[in-house]
């Protein structure tokens, strides 16, 4: 079981919908080229120093797919449920914040500035969540 997750470097005041249209342009075939981002480099960079996309990868990887999709202007990652993807998800939205990105949750349609307040994840909750997404046996 996994999951999808994009970190853009949209614009502060981007909507929620202009956001989501980033992200589907991200992921089709026409993607714009041109100059990296900077943010989205050191974003990446930062990202695979702790979590490699590349072989050797450790057994706390939390990614389904390798390499990392990396565009002008994103970072899409395919996750695995579970304590590497929580300990990765800290790690992302850290840097996230850090570097001015937003994140986008594709399953959920829910966007994340880097100025919007979190509250803790209640470790409760994320097992349920876990435990009802897994497959029955």
């Known amino acids: 079981m996994s999951f999808d997750l994009v970190v853009l470097a949209?614009?502060?005041d981007a909507t929620d919908a202009e956001v989501r249209a980033m992200a589907e342009v991200c992921q089709g075939w026409h993607h714009p080229q041109g100059e990296l981002d900077g943010r989205i480099v050191v974003f990446y960079e930062s990202l695979r120093a702790r979590y490699p996309d590349y072989p050797p990868r450790g057994d706390d990887s939390p990614w389904t797919d390798t390499p990392l999709s990396v565009g002008i202007d994103h970072v899409s990652m395919h996750m695995r449920f579970g304590q590497r993807a929580t300990d990765a998800l800290r790690l992302?939205?850290?840097?996230?914040?850090?570097?001015?990105?937003?994140?986008?949750?594709?399953q959920g349609g829910e966007v994340t500035r880097p100025d919007d307040a979190r509250t803790p994840a209640d470790t409760a909750m994320v097992a349920l969540l876990e435990e009802l997404r897994a497959p029955n046996p």
Do not use: K, S, V, W
């Open 10 to 12: 949209a614009q502060p």
């Open 92 to 106: 992302i939205d850290e840097l996230a914040r850090r570097h001015g990105l937003t994140i986008y949750d594709p």
